[in-house]
């Protein structure tokens, strides 16, 4: 290379690095306490030093909705620039989103007007034409709140009016902190608890790390709101160091190591005991055993680990002919590949194959109430408390075939009843099953009304937790499928799971099912392509893209050249897989009744 050439390139290389340097956002932190705003200063006697008193006239009214002075924070940044208010929980979410909105000066309404009308047209859309009340009430001014409770999509389109300062606040919990890109000139900190634990100094620092904007922003502000009891403590949270970081194996000490083993042993990675422990000295856990490890060794772990994989009979010792411990080798049974395959948890491996199992004896086909129930997920149902009058309400409307598969998993009208009404029950009813049957119910309703806020209305539930049931249930289908591929005995279940995870995935109407397995298509468009005559794949690959544009309101020709090409695609590999399964059938034995041999020429 010559040397202009070399001298062109290092000026390239300058001038590409100075257009991508983005200054680092300098984050300031603030405490208040009463009417008294307090700068972290970790050199300062106390860690903190005075900064300002915060200087609002308050009506006597305003003092009573807003004793934190929470709206005089707020005014001081938005709607020029845009703040987060992180609050405990999700109920006071929505009760501060309210609270400002009462507060804030009619003059917010005029800002972004029209963007914001677009917001609140979206969110009906996506909504089946509902909208949350408190969203109606406070995005004209520019605020909203955001948390699980939301449906995927309503958290979508709220993220994207914030980003683009359509909307300049949002009140929100915890983990909006993680995950979700969502920055800010000020953050809030309602209070030093999440839920009702304190709060850790690692959620702090991810909390507060939302304020600054890089490359729009010089300054990030941060401000925690805390009472005079609470003061000490927090001190000691901002000024102390984070907290250690552990493997996650710790949490899930026997389940995560064992579920390790079972796919180190079925990927063939390690087989033998020595090899095992070898491999689990040399992760995280490993490196920290001496800290984590106080009654029993690695060694006496991993051991035990392997003997309850192999009482569980998901493993297999083999005798490899060697006295010596280190050496002996394991592989995988039948039942373990399932549990490999199907990505089960294998706390609740052996509670589904007695479930599947139980079911062969009197699977209940005339409803899908019963196939629902073994693909309720087990965690989801542990952690849920039912809401004992909904719940004795379904119940009482069940259809015979609906109640007999009550019967059979044990759950009477009466025990609901009782529940119910707050009296005392003696005989003893497996709370997992009586919590999983619930879910079923609201799954199952689900599927039949596809649609999300009714049937959040029904369960009183959060349409959020909702759709998290539904995603949950859709992934735990696919993953019994796969289960009971590897298992011969469990065959009848195959051909209908299949189905019903695809409806469980889409949760539409069935004959919207083939539609929404093309890419772009959602339950919205794929009911104004149904609408408009364009019922099967075929019909799509087949259309034309200006065609569509002209027919479908709302589609852009970019989008419809997509779905176009991904219907094409799709249709390819169905054709693909449907020769696949001819040649092979073209491949079998000749001598085999009715396709070839004597039988064929005496037909």
């Known amino acids: 290379m010559s040397k202009t050439c070399r001298s062109s390139l290092k000026l390239s290389i300058t001038a590409v690095s100075s257009d991508q340097y983005v200054p680092k956002v ?32 308050y009506s006597d009214a305003l003092k009573k909705m807003d004793p934190d002075h929470l709206v005089a924070l707020v005014t001081e940044v938005i709607p020029n620039y845009s703040c987060l208010v992180f609050c405990p929980s999700k109920k006071n979410c929505e009760n501060v989103a309210e609270m400002l909105c009462r507060c804030l000066s009619k003059d917010f309404l005029s800002h972004r007007e029209k963007e914001k009308s677009e917001v609140i047209k979206n969110l009906r859309d996506v909504g089946s034409g509902k909208v949350c009340p408190v969203l109606k009430r406070t995005i004209p001014f520019g605020v909203a709140y955001h948390h699980s409770g939301l449906t995927s999509d309503e958290r979508k389109l709220l993220e994207e009016a914030y980003s683009t300062g359509v909307l300049c606040l949002l009140t929100c919990t915890s983990t909006l902190a993680a995950g979700v890109n969502l920055p800010a000139r000020r953050v809030i900190l309602r209070a030093p608890y999440v839920a009702r634990e304190f709060l850790r100094r690692n959620q702090y620092k991810q909390m507060i790390g939302r304020a600054g904007r890089a490359g729009i922003d010089t300054v990030g502000e941060s401000i925690l ?47 033998s005991l020595g090899d095992l422990y070898q491999f689990m000295n040399g992760t995280f856990f490993g490196v920290q055993q001496k800290i984590l490890l106080k009654e029993k060794s690695l060694w006496e772990i991993t051991v035990d680990s392997l003997s309850y994989l192999t009482e569980k009979g998901l493993l297999q010792r083999d005798s490899c002919g060697t006295s010596e411990e280190a050496q002996c080798c394991f592989h995988i049974t039948k039942l373990g590949h399932a549990a490999f395959k199907g990505a089960i948890d294998l706390a609740y491996c052996d ?71 707050g009296q005392a029950i003696r005989k003893k009813v497996d709370k997992n099953i009586v919590n999983r049957l619930y879910l079923s119910f609201v799954l199952y309703s689900l599927l039949k009304e596809t649609n999300v806020w009714s049937v959040s209305e029904k369960f009183n539930m959060p349409r959020g937790h909702v759709q998290n049931l539904l995603t949950g249930a859709a ?10 591929e590897e298992l011969e005995e469990f065959w009848v279940y195959r051909a209908l799971l299949v189905e019903l995870t695809k409806k469980l995935t889409y949760c539409v109407k069935a004959e919207l099912i083939p539609l929404m397995e093309v890419t772009g298509v959602l339950e919205g468009r794929a009911k104004q392509l149904y609408s408009a005559g364009y019922k099967s794949i075929m019909h799509l690959a087949n259309a034309s893209p200006d065609v ?55 037909v």
């Not at 087990?378 to 004795?392: G, I, K, N, R, T």
């Not at 598969?405 to 009404?421: D, P, R």
């Open 26 to 57: 300098e984050l300031k932190e603030y405490l208040k306490v009463s009417d008294t705003i307090y700068e972290v200063d970790s050199e300062a006697e106390h860690g903190m030093t005075f900064s300002r008193l915060l200087n609002y006239k």
């Open 225 to 271: 709101l805390l009472q005079e009891k609470d003061k000490q403590q927090v001190l000691e949270l901002i000024n102390g160091p984070l907290e250690n970081c552990y493997s996650h194996l710790v949490e899930e000490l026997t389940r995560g190591i064992q579920s390790l083993f079972l796919s180190l042993i079925s990927l063939k990675i390690a087989t």
């Open 548 to 602: 569509l544009v002209r027919t479908i309101e709302h589609l852009s020709r970019r989008q419809a050249k997509q779905i176009v090409s991904s219907a094409k695609m799709l249709l390819h590999e169905k054709v693909e897989t449907l020769q696949e399964e001819a040649e092979e059938l073209l491949r079998l034995p000749a001598d085999l009744p009715g396709l070839g041999g004597s039988d064929t020429e005496e």
């Open 475 to 484: 992934s735990f289908s696919s993953c019994v499928l796969h289960f009971c």
């Open 351 to 421: 509670i589904l194959y007695r479930d599947l199992k139980k079911g062969l004896e009197g699977l209940v086909l005339e409803s899908l109430l019963h196939l629902v129930y073994l693909t309720t997920p087990y965690d989801l149902a542990a952690q849920s408390e039912p809401d004992w009058m909904v719940y004795f309400r379904q119940f009482s409307q069940l259809s015979p075939a609906e109640q007999n598969v009550a019967a059979l998993l044990g759950v009477s009208e009466s025990f609901i009843g009782k529940k119910a009404s």
